[in-house]
């Protein structure tokens, strides 16, 4: 049984994407070749440089040979109870059996279990589409401060998680609350508290990245390594770094059978 590490060490991207993260074999140039390379983000030792620290601190419990076994059920479990509280949502509080089969059904023909067996954060985005679904359609229980603000905190966990969640949650919302909006004509008692909810999670998801990229890679942005996210002018200019990738010791490891 061989024994591996996954890490956020961003030198062993190098050899993946050189063009972008510097280092590896260069192609030779050729008659087509643009006259512009590529701009080249320097690696640095922030340990979220690759994967932003909501997922990364939420695999360290499973930081371990027998404990990363429980990760996929973890993740699982999350999925199956953002899907049941949706289910109750739309359904009421006492779901008919066809309707948990069905749920059953369409979560075990869909990629969730595929997702949820991987130790990558694409499994939260179809949480993360659960929970904007729970956003539009959940009923009374948003007005109770506690409840709220869970489910506030876990929406800024999901869309912290991976750097594309930004832009689907902001669309996400803002479709799914203006279509209620207008079938209900602005009716609906609970519209701000939503909005409010959903506003509360994209800033404090946005400003949770922004600062721990300040506080561990000292550059106020969104993602080091995506120059497109960058909140100043250094995603603008030509990134480049002198053997920046050499000696970058700093990782968050997670031990993997």
Not at 81 to 94: K, N
Request: aromatic residues 8%; glycine residues 14%; hydrophobic residues 55%.
């Amino acid at each position: 049984m061989a024994r591996g590490r996954l890490s956020t060490d961003a030198g062993q991207y190098r050899g993946y994407m050189p063009s972008h993260f510097g280092g590896g074999e260069v192609a030779p140039k050729s008659a087509t070749a643009p006259p512009e390379a590529a701009p080249v983000v320097p690696l640095s030792g922030n340990p979220f440089f690759l994967r932003p620290a909501p997922y990364s601190l939420a695999l360290l419990p499973f930081a371990h040979p027998v404990t990363v076994l429980l990760l996929p059920l973890a993740q699982g479990l999350l999925v199956v109870l953002l899907a049941e509280a949706l289910l109750r949502a739309l359904a009421g509080p006492a779901p008919p059996a066809w309707a948990r089969l069905g749920l059953a059904a369409a979560l075990l023909a869909s990629a969730a279990p595929w997702f949820a067996s991987q130790i990558m954060p694409d499994v939260l985005t179809g949480c993360l589409a659960l929970w904007l679904g729970l956003l539009v359609a959940g009923g009374d229980w948003l007005r109770r401060p506690w409840r709220a603000a869970g489910f506030a905190l876990l929406g800024v966990f999901l869309i912290g998680s991976h750097l594309t969640h930004l832009p689907l949650a902001a669309g996400g919302a803002l479709v799914g609350l203006g279509l209620r909006w207008a079938i209900e004509r602005g009716r609906d008692p609970l519209r701000w508290r939503r909005a409010g909810l959903a506003l509360a999670a994209l800033a404090l998801a946005a400003g949770g990245l922004v600062g721990t990229n300040l506080a561990f890679g000292r550059k106020a942005v969104l993602s080091e390594s995506f120059p497109a996210l960058h909140a100043g002018a250094d995603g603008r200019r030509r990134h480049r770094g002198a053997g920046a990738g050499e000696g970058l010791s700093s990782r968050l490891g997670l031990a993997a059978l």
